[in-house]
């Protein structure tokens, strides 16, 4: 009987413990993020940090962040409008190929239909030796 207790409690035992590493991890963000708000930082702007080669930085102010995302979306801007006039140039080009091809295609499709007469200028030959 002692044995299968024994099987049920290990189990149990390391959910347990692996429950208590999240929590305890969970609840030092939760006081992190109370102790920079009673300080007056966000934690948004106090906690952004980058991590480089496995140490952290914090970021640059958020004033210089808005300046350089305000650039970067003037040049997205600036970019998107030079591709849609691209690809307006290339739609009426591709319009004006296909208009030339369906040209051609009317040329031929009538020259196609049209009867052949032989020219008035040429002597018409017969079979009998008249002519």
Known sequence: MEHAIGDVLEPFAIFVGIALVIW???RAKLEHRKLDMMHGQSSSTANAHASI?????P????A???DAVLTELRALKQQIGEMQSTGHEFDLAFD???ERMEGRVARLEARAAAPTVAPADEPTILRNGQG
């Open 96 to 98: 004006a190929a296909l």
């Open 24 to 26: 305890t991890s969970a």
């Open 53 to 57: 080669d496995g140490t952290t930085q």
């Open 59 to 62: 970021l640059p102010p958020v």
């Open 64 to 66: 210089g962040r808005e």
